[in-house]
């Protein structure tokens, strides 16, 4: 995973294979000094690819908490942590078949959390309380092909309507972030997507899809 910076803070996601320990890792940013190491899960490590780690999702901070996405045990699992490392809470997203591992990361869209679950199984998106932890909603993603999917959802004003994004499994769609409602989708360009899509912070559309 990438490392994340919350103030002094360096946080980022980490795995031991031999212990078989999926982590949070935190670190002073002067000095490199390790401030804490939160166990976050033991064992339930899942199939993977040779180029993938246990650990690939990176790590989201709302000032408050932060929110780990790992697959364990069968399942997309998300856990909140206090700048501290303590666990707050830790919640089953949804059942996860894996291909080749994980790497989407979680997204904030006002109070809530949302991962993506694009997996060699039911796919699904999933928007938890950043607070408690509780599933808000889950959306069923249709799977077109065998494979799973690896990109990370955006968040985006488009014409004038926050709109929650994400490609792979042949299709951009386009999801209300606050219900999980499909607002629209157009074909392409893959459907294996591994990279975040790129868009600016607000952009007018003359025509929705």
């Not at 799977?143 to 799973?148: A, E, I, Y």
Request: proline share 4%; aromatic share 8%.
């Amino acid at each position: 995973a990438s490392p994340i910076i919350v103030g002094e803070k360096v946080i980022l996601a980490s795995a031991d294979e031999a212990a078989k320990k999926q982590l949070l890792l935190c670190f002073d940013r002067r000095t490199g000094k390790e401030l804490w190491r939160t166990t976050v899960h033991e064992g339930g490590l899942m199939r993977m690819h040779s180029k993938n780690t246990h650990a690939s999702a990176t790590p989201a901070c709302d000032g408050q908490r932060v929110l780990a996405a790992f697959i364990n045990a069968g399942a997309l699992r998300v856990t909140a942590t206090d700048l501290a490392g303590k666990i707050l809470w830790q919640k089953e997203a949804g059942a996860f078949k894996s291909e080749h591992g994980y790497g989407s990361s979680p997204v904030f869209y006002k109070s809530l959390a949302i991962v993506c679950g694009d997996n060699a199984g039911s796919s699904f998106i999933a928007a938890l309380d950043r607070e408690s932890g509780d599933i808000v909603w889950r959306t069923a993603r249709e799977r077109p092909g065998t494979h799973g999917n690896y990109a990370t959802p955006l968040v985006r004003t488009l014409a004038g309507k926050p709109q929650l994004l994400l490609h792979g499994h042949g299709k951009l769609t386009s999801y209300d972030p606050a219900t999980g409602e499909r607002l629209w989708f157009c074909d392409g360009p893959a459907e294996v997507a591994a990279c975040t899509l790129a868009g600016a912070a607000r952009h007018k559309l003359r025509q929705v899809f």
